[in-house]
């Protein structure tokens, strides 16, 4: 039950059986957004495996960036279900990619994905900051009276 205004936009629907990830165009782009990141961990996985290092240390990063990758694409699914701990879960991965990507050390061959991953979780986590509290359709103001 939802209708097209004037100019393509969509107007939000008061139907209980919409799910709600449907009325909130901003769970989507933030799922999307948490591909890109869980695309991005994969990428870092590949290059570890390319690169020459000790066994050891290869298994730790490729073992953490497969965590990481699982873990956004969790939460990625949960956006786009609209489950309620998703918007949690993708504000703590945006929150904690940047510190990812620095601890990493952007040096030559992870300097890409490094920025990437910082850049694309400053942009998670203020999404999601921004969007937050938005459950619904809003009421009317209180200036309106009946």
């Known amino acids: 039950m939802t209708s097209r205004l004037p100019g393509g936009t969509r107007e939000v629907s008061t ?4 799910p709600m990830a449907a009325t909130l165009p901003s769970r989507r782009v933030t799922a999307v957004m948490l591909l890109a990141a ?3 961990d994969l990428t870092r996985c590949g290059l570890t495996v390319a690169t020459i ?3 050891g240390e290869a298994a730790m990063l490729v073992s953490a ?3 990481a990758a699982g873990i956004s694409l969790w939460t ?3 956006c786009q279900r ?3 701990w998703s918007g949690c879960v993708a504000f703590l991965i945006g929150a904690a990619s940047a510190p990812q990507a620095a601890a990493s050390g952007f040096s030559a061959v992870y300097t890409i994905p490094d920025a990437a991953t910082a850049i694309l979780g400053v942009l ?6 921004a969007t937050a509290g938005r459950g619904g359709q809003p009421g ?3 200036s309106w009276s009946p």
């Open 15 to 18: 139907d209980p059986t919409e």
């Open 38 to 40: 869980a695309a991005l």
């Open 53 to 55: 290092r000790p066994a």
């Open 65 to 67: 960036g497969l965590a």
């Open 76 to 78: 990625a699914h949960g």
């Open 82 to 84: 609209g489950a309620r």
């Open 124 to 129: 998670v986590a203020v999404g999601v900051l």
């Open 140 to 142: 009317p103001p209180e």
